[in-house]
């Protein structure tokens, strides 16, 4: 493998330079550290947290972590700013960390095209990345062609705010513009889709903010299925806090929108019915995020099928992908699985590029969801290959349990915030 003279490397990154200026600049690509290169697509929950892990479990390794934005503003969480409970900077992170302790390239740009023949990356500026091993966690795209009449424009009218940024403040002003004794409706879609339980928080954090500023208003659920994540849970922390405020109707009632016009804020379902809302909120299907279909690595499901005992790749070799991305079922596509995924990704790819076999993996999941500030809930498993396929183990999570009393409630409320500071120290902070 080409090394870059060290002084070099050493200057660029002293100018706050990546390994793309390198290319930028007219020298040739490079690959390889002393014990190879790894580019990472995405600094989110999963991106991040497999660029540290490499690191750690190999110095020796030189990791390029790609993202364009100097913060990541999380989505767990992000419904308390919904509702008014949380700032939006609170949510924020940046790679300082990664950079400074973990000695990890961040490079903030966006990734064009992979060619996963020559091996390298490309970036919007024109200069490429070479790579031994790529890892991509690019999280979620919406499908725009899934829903009539909602694409990016009417998104500016009826907001998603499934990722947080400036979508998550329209959908913020329209509920504090709302009027008291208006109807918020929020749509929801069928699976697969990130975070599913984050509909049935949202709309649970924001009967909070209404029951207190704007106590004769509705919510009203339209969902395209059945049922869903923690849904006892849900229904009993409903009716206890917030009344009769939100209704749900799941699918063989009619709950699936199939046509939205976004401007009048209306919505048609399956059936024919027409819901006109105050504020409403789509949450459209969603699709593996661009540059997963750029390198060849979905399939005609828009998701990415992974080999699970390294979650490489199972079309193209010496791609990783992790997060919201992937097939993992049953692992659901949230926060903490990206992070878990991530780390046993890492460890796959430092065993590949020591020549050695990957161990063993295991995940873990824990979704906790805030019903109110002090009313938490969660829902909790641990998986391994069980006859070469990612399955739960049996009794080895579990959900709350029902009736459990506000002592029991406040404290999974407590979990949560707990939860949420680990996590994000583990992929964006200094914890080495
Ligand atoms: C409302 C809501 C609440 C949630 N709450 C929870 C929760 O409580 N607990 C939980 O576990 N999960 C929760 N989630 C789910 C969680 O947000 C996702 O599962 C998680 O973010 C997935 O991580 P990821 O790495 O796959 O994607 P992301 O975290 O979205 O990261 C993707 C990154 O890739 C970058 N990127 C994409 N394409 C490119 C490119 N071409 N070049 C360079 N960079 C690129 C993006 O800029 C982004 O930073 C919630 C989600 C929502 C919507």
Known sequence: MAGVPISRRAVLRFLGLGVAALG???FPAIAGGDGGHVVVVGGGFGGATAARYIRRFDPSIRVTLVEPRARFYTCPFSN???AGLRSFDKLGHGYDALRRIHGVDVVPAWVEDVDTVARHVRLRDGSRLAYDRLLLSPGVDMDWQALEGYDAAASEHAPHAWKAGSQSHRLRRQLEAMDDGGVFILSAPANPYRCPPGPYERVSLIAHFLKRHKPRSKILLLDAKDGFSKQPLFMEGWQALYGGMIEWVGLSADGRVLRVDARRREVETEFGARHRAAVLNVVPPQKAGLIAHRAGV???SGWVPVK???FESRQVDNVYVVGDATVA?????????ANSQARMAAAAIVASLQNRAPPEPVWANTCYSLLAPEYGI???GVYRLIDGEIAEVPNSGGISPLEAGSDFRAREARYAQRWYASICDDTWGPRG
């Open 329 to 337: 079922a049953p692992m659901p596509k949230s926060a903490f699985c």
């Open 308 to 310: 699970p005992e390294t």
């Open 298 to 300: 979905t399939d005609r």
């Open 80 to 82: 308390l700013y919904l």
């Open 378 to 380: 969660s829902v909790a």
């Open 24 to 26: 930028a600049r007219g």
